[in-house]
């Protein structure tokens, strides 16, 4: 007779089942209460805010803008192998399993309460997916227990398939109403202003032409992307407001068309990720239209020992910036255009801060909601308890674009080309060199203004056998990128970009 006792196997494969169940149901609730409170991103929000700067730094480096994704996929399978422990558990007391799926329920609840401007909804996702994870172990292993053969795999199997495939669609309905939901339609009725201030034009020599080498002007859809945002914020610009508050003379409080009804600048303007590391892509330029942050700041009159301007998110993250340099006349802005269209919903629809000279952590606030002035004294913002410095102006930086490190291209004549960048400095050379030999000056792409990257080229005759390329810049201050090698963290990465290539 056989032993009428579930296999863990079987316990394992149900508390699978279940799980799903938990963060499918739990999807479909958070299409109500805010994207944010669905399990996975409150917790992968948790651990973003959480995570010690080396893993941080490691995860940049090593994922790039696909950070985020690597995060989600990592929560989900530590959660699966959690979720397949304790229906192990669960085959030996139903109890000790319905209990897991509890510490799940109360982990997500505290995840999505506690983070900025969580409603009282963002408690259900959580509670009612454990509810449901919790019946469907139940159901799962009880039908086990009183099965006339508790061994009947291929029973089992179809029965615990059709709960994962049942929880994937219910996940999966959910995750595309919350993507209709979005704001897009939202903005693409947006009308952007002719500006008052239009940008140059871009000079006839900016661009290198040379394959592999960048362009002058980075696509929307190319630019990189790196914040703290698992959810990306849907903002509807009906409803949002800018309040400028805080250690002002005169608080204001402004509309998306009152900001649009405001006189606009058009301006090239590169910005750039401290995360960067030297010879990284974490560096674009884009044509921006908006409003001058000096015109704004002035209005509302910052009072004596206001040296830093808080920019906060409507997720609740801050960025600080000196007062000072938003105000010292370059063209800080307050932006909703992006390369002639509304600001994409990824990069800070409907408005975001763009200010030439700082690293983005400083400075580039997406989904905006507020201003405040403050001191650098009285107040952190978000990456600065994690180690990072208060204040980072972008340093000078050179990368080699083409050709790629360990490639392999022909002998002869090959240029070597690249970008070089100093915002708000600008640069004024950009020099190579071949296996540790004498400085060769590159020959510099024309630039609308300081404020932008610079294209540069070289041709070199290149010789057989392995070689070593290096770069460095000068910028306009006369000032030339150090050699010296470090990190990120805490204000920007140094060193000169250096590739290999086998010439054939």
């Known amino acids: 007779m056989k032993d009428a006792r579930v296999p863990r196997w079987f316990g394992s494969l149900a508390g699978l089942a279940s799980a799903a169940v938990a963060l499918g149901v739990a999807e479909v609730v958070a299409v109500f209460a805010g994207a944010r409170s669905a399990p996975l991103v409150a917790v992968g929000g948790v651990v973003v805010d959480s995570v010690p700067k ?32 304790i229906g192990a558990l669960a085959v030996g007391d139903l109890r000790l399993g319905l209990a897991g799926i509890g510490v799940f329920g109360i982990i997500g609840i505290a995840a999505a309460v506690t983070r900025p401007n969580s409603g009282p909804g963002y408690v259900f996702p959580s509670l009612l997916g454990a509810v449901a994870g919790g019946g469907a172990m139940i159901l799962l292993l009880r039908q086990r227990e009183i099965s006339p053969d508790p061994y009947d ?15 994937a ?70 409803t949002w407001t800018l309040r400028i508050h805080g250690r002002v003379r005169k608080p204001m409080t402004l509309t998306f068309a009152d900001l649009l009804a405001r006189p606009a600048i058009e301006r090239y303007v590169t910005l750039t990720c401290v995360s960067n590391e030297v010879g990284g892509d974490l560096v674009g330029n884009a044509l921006w239209l908006g409003v001058p942050l000096k015109d704004l700041l002035e209005e509302a009159g910052p009072m004596d020992g206001a040296d830093q301007v808080v920019g906060r998110a409507v997720d609740g993250f801050t960025v600080g910036s000196p007062t000072a340099v938003l105000m010292d006349g370059r063209d800080a802005m307050l932006a909703f ?68 490190d360990g490639s392999a291209p022909r002998r002869g004549q090959l240029t070597v080309a690249g970008v070089a960048w ?33 294209m540069w080229s070289w041709t070199w005759d290149a010789t057989p056998g392995d070689h070593r390329i290096q770069v460095r810049a000068t910028d306009n201050a006369g000032a030339t990128q150090t050699q010296d090698s470090a990190p990120p963290d805490p204000d920007g990465a140094t060193g000169w970009h250096t590739i290999s290539v086998s010439v054939n």
Request: charged share 15%.
């Open 54 to 85: 080396p893993v941080k730094n490691f995860a940049v480096a090593t994922f790039g803008t696909h950070d985020k994704a690597a995060l989600l996929i990592g929560t989900t399978v530590l959660l699966a192998l959690f979720a397949a422990l």
């Open 153 to 167: 795999r291929r029973r089992f199997l179809m029965e615990s398939g059709g709960v994962l495939a049942g929880a």
């Open 169 to 238: 669609v219910v996940g999966f309905i959910g995750r595309q109403i919350a993507n209709r939901q979005n704001v897009s339609k939202a903005r693409a009725a947006v009308t952007l202003p002719t500006p008052a201030s239009p940008a140059p034009a871009v000079p006839a020599g900016a661009n290198v032409d040379t394959p592999g080498a960048s362009s002058f002007v980075t696509s929307n859809d190319d630019f990189y992307r790196i914040d703290t945002a698992l959810s990306v914020p849907q903002v509807d610009p009906a």
């Open 337 to 404: 255009g992006m390369n002639g269209k509304p600001l994409p919903i990824e990069h800070g629809f409907p408005v975001r801060v763009v200010v030439p000279g700082l690293y983005g952590y400083v400075s580039a606030t997406k989904w905006l909601s507020e201003l405040e002035l403050t001191s650098f004294a009285d107040y952190s913002a978000y990456w600065v308890p994690r180690g990072w410095s208060q204040q980072a102006p972008i340093k000078t930086e050179s990368r080699i674009d083409t050709p790629r």
């Open 422 to 454: 100093a915002q708000h400095r600008g640069i004024s050379r950009v020099e190579v060199r071949i296996d540790n030999g004498a400085w060769q000056q590159a020959t510099l792409g024309e630039v609308p203004s300081v404020d932008t990257w610079r």
